[in-house]
């Protein structure tokens, strides 16, 4: 090639460059911000920097967008940046809870936190033709501040010790409030094959106690033999998720306890009305019952005792619960260490809070692709949290998995494609958080997540 013919192929490439950049600075500079930080509670101030520094834009479901962002070519960056951002943090039910000054979630916090102590956020060409969206050091002040204070609020009850009260997970309580009436028949029931239609399968079977609530298998296995296409979480310290089910479709154990009876591969009980029939065969169960509940076996007494049972099923005091309630020597150098490897490669961003996860759900790899890689694990619902909100943006999205007695609780993910804890560990790093970790990292991030074995208070 001729160096003219070169060198116009160069010229062309660097018109191009600018034209684009052009379209870019277009898009993003009609949305102006100032940056004045409102009067008011830390709740409306920290409402105004996330609104300028334009996180609520790219990390909302439906944004105010500007005029121009129906416009093809001009949206392209927009468009783009926030299927990007929403699949990395979707803040649209934060929004709404900091508007009604209520308290936020805790992987949320962390995600606030992080992105502001790093200086990821807003993306860079964002910020260069947007400049005021840079947040200045007051703003991230308001944010610090108002993290520290949606902490203490969500942990006030936990006893973690003063110098952890700014950690992103803290300990779990020693008991949750019960009727011990309405515990005792939830347990006979959660044991009771009555509730199936062939009177082979009961909770226990696919959630034994006695194995930390797990079947330990890579599907469960219910009526009939029948596999199901997901593996079973484990219904210990279910309590501490906000919802529950790996697409969240169940609000509370109540409501989840509402599933598995009317399941045609769990238990496939026939109707609630069969369900009591069987039940009401043992005398001495339904008088016991019907003193707690007059109505007797109806759907809603039922679910409601078994939900009660399992609010007992709590693993308090781990080493790590422990350690951050003051008791320097309850864990291992390594697993303190595990800890600062935890924090190190952003795990605490998604497994926050008491229950190290439990409260969001999050793409399943977003840094590396999970699916395409997989070994074949046969039959698997992949579609998560889609399959519940019928929005395809939610494709993928899992509930982040509790990791309390995560050493017990084998297979992993949703599709239970591994049984080694440290093979999960380093999927995670890589998918997840875009990282491949050192065998020394690794182990000790086996050894933190070992330390998350806490005493079950309720005898199986
Ligand atoms: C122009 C759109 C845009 C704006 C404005 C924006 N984000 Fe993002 N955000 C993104 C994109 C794109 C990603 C994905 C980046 C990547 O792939 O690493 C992202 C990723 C994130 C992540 C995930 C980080 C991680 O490593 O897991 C967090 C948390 C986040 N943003 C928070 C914020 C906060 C808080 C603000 C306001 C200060 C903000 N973002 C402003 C587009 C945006
Ligand atoms: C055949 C096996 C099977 C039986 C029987 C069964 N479960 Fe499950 N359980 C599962 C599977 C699989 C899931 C995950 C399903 C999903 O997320 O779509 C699950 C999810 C749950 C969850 C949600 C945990 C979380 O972190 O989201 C709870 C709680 C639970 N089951 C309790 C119960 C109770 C109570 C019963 C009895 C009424 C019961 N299960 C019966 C297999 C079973
Ligand atoms: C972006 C959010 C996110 C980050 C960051 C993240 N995780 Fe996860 N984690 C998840 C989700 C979602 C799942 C469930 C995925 C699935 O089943 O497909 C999960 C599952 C796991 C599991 C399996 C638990 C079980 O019971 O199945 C372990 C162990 C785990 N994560 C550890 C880690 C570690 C260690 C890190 C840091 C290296 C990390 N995670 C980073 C969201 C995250």
Same mark, same amino acid.
């Given at each position: 090639?001729?160096?003219?013919?070169?060198?116009?192929?160069?010229?062309?490439?660097?018109?191009?460059l600018?034209?684009?950049?052009?379209?870019?600075?277009?898009?993003?500079? +009609?949305?102006?911000?100032?940056?004045n930080?409102?009067?008011?509670?830390?709740? +409306?101030?920290?409402?105004?920097?996330?609104?300028?520094?334009?996180?609520?834009?790219?990390?909302?479901?439906n944004?105010?967008?500007p005029?121009y962002?129906?416009?093809?070519?001009?949206?392209?960056?927009?468009?783009? !940046?926030?299927?990007?951002?929403l699949?990395?943090f979707?803040?649209?039910?934060?929004v $709404?809870?900091?508007?009604?000054?209520?308290?936020? *979630?805790?992987?949320?916090?962390?995600?606030?936190?992080?992105?502001?102590?790093?200086?990821?956020?807003?993306?860079m060409?964002?910020? #260069?033709?947007?400049?005021?969206?840079?947040?200045?050091?007051?703003?991230?002040? #308001?944010?610090?501040?108002?993290? =520290?204070?949606?902490?203490k609020?969500?942990?006030?009850?936990?006893?973690? =010790?003063?110098?952890?009260?700014?950690?992103?997970?803290?300990?779990?309580p020693?008991?949750v409030?019960?009727?011990?009436?309405?515990?005792?028949?939830?347990?006979i029931?959660?044991?009771?094959?009555?509730?199936s239609?062939?009177?082979?399968?009961?909770?226990?079977?696919?959630?034994?106690?006695?194995?930390?609530?797990?079947?330990?298998?890579?599907t469960?296995?219910?009526?009939?033999?029948?596999y199901?296409?997901?593996?079973?979480?484990t219904?210990?310290?279910?309590?501490?998720?906000?919802?529950?089910?790996?697409?969240?479709?169940?609000?509370?154990?109540?409501?989840?306890?509402?599933?598995?009876?009317?399941?045609?591969v769990?238990?496939?009980?026939?109707?609630?009305?069969?369900?009591?029939?069987?039940?009401?065969?043992?005398?001495?169960?339904?008088?016991?019952?019907?003193?707690?509940?007059?109505?007797?076996?109806?759907?809603?007494?039922i679910?409601?005792?078994?939900?009660?049972?399992?609010?007992?099923?709590?693993?308090?005091?781990?080493?790590?619960?422990?350690?951050?309630?003051?008791?320097?020597?309850?864990?291992?150098?390594?697993?303190? =260490?595990?800890?600062?490897?935890?924090?190190?490669y952003?795990?605490?961003?998604?497994?926050?809070?008491?229950?190290?996860?439990?409260?969001?759900? $999050?793409?399943?790899?977003?840094?590396?692709?999970y699916?395409?890689?997989?070994? !074949?694990?046969?039959?698997? !619902?992949?579609?998560g949290?889609?399959?519940?909100?019928?929005?395809?943006?939610?494709?993928?999205?899992f509930?982040t998995?509790?990791?309390? *007695? +995560?050493?017990?609780?084998?297979?992993?993910f949703?599709?239970?494609?591994?049984?080694?804890?440290?093979?999960? +560990?380093?999927?995670?790093?890589? #998918?997840?958080?875009?990282?491949?970790?050192?065998?020394?990292?690794?182990?000790?991030?086996?050894e933190?997540?070992?330390?998350?074995?806490?005493?079950?208070?309720?005898?199986?």
């Amino acid at each position: 090639m001729r160096l003219s013919a070169i060198m116009k192929k160069v010229a062309r490439k660097a018109l191009l460059l600018v034209a684009a950049i052009i379209i870019v600075a277009a898009a993003y500079s +009609v949305i102006s911000g100032t940056s004045n930080i409102p009067e008011g509670s830390l709740s +409306v101030k920290a409402q105004a920097v996330l609104n300028e520094s334009g996180c609520v834009l790219c990390h909302t479901k439906n944004p105010q967008l500007p005029f121009y962002a129906k416009i093809p070519l001009l949206n392209a960056p927009i468009v783009s !940046d926030i299927s990007r951002g929403l699949k990395c943090f979707d803040m649209t039910a934060d929004v $709404e809870n900091i508007k009604a000054n209520k308290p936020l *979630n805790a992987t949320s916090l962390s995600k606030i936190e992080y992105a502001f102590d790093s200086g990821t956020m807003p993306p860079m060409l964002f910020k #260069v033709v947007h400049w005021k969206s840079q947040p200045t050091s007051a703003e991230r002040a #308001v944010i610090k501040a108002w993290i =520290a204070q949606q902490r203490k609020i969500r942990n006030a009850h936990s006893a973690v =010790a003063e110098k952890f009260v700014n950690e992103p997970v803290w300990p779990i309580p020693q008991a949750v409030k019960t009727d011990p009436r309405k515990v005792e028949l939830g347990k006979i029931l959660y044991h009771s094959t009555a509730l199936s239609g062939d009177g082979t399968v009961s909770c226990a079977t696919c959630h034994p106690i006695d194995k930390a609530g797990v079947d330990g298998l890579r599907t469960s296995k219910g009526i009939r033999g029948q596999y199901g296409a997901i593996n079973a979480p484990t219904v210990i310290n279910a309590v501490f998720n906000a919802r529950q089910f790996w697409n969240g479709r169940a609000a509370n154990l109540e409501e989840q306890a509402g599933g598995p009876p009317m399941n045609p591969v769990e238990m496939d009980g026939g109707s609630w009305d069969a369900i009591a029939k069987r039940l009401e065969k043992d005398a001495k169960l339904s008088a016991a019952f019907k003193a707690v509940y007059p109505k007797g076996f109806t759907q809603e007494n039922i679910t409601d005792a078994i939900a009660e049972y399992e609010k007992t099923l709590i693993t308090p005091d781990s080493p790590f619960d422990r350690y951050l309630r003051g008791d320097e020597n309850a864990i291992s150098p390594q697993a303190k =260490a595990g800890y600062e490897a935890f924090k190190a490669y952003n795990c605490h961003v998604c497994h926050a809070g008491q229950n190290f996860g439990g409260q969001t759900f $999050e793409y399943m790899g977003l840094r590396a692709d999970y699916f395409n890689k997989r070994k !074949d694990v046969g039959n698997i !619902d992949d579609s998560g949290l889609v399959s519940f909100t019928k929005d395809e943006r939610d494709t993928h999205k899992f509930k982040t998995p509790t990791l309390r *007695n +995560v050493e017990l609780t084998a297979p992993y993910f949703h599709d239970g494609s591994t049984s080694d804890l440290s093979e999960a +560990v380093k999927i995670m790093a890589e #998918v997840q958080t875009g990282k491949v970790p050192s065998d020394t990292d690794v182990k000790n991030l086996v050894e933190f997540l070992k330390s998350l074995t806490g005493k079950l208070t309720q005898a199986k």
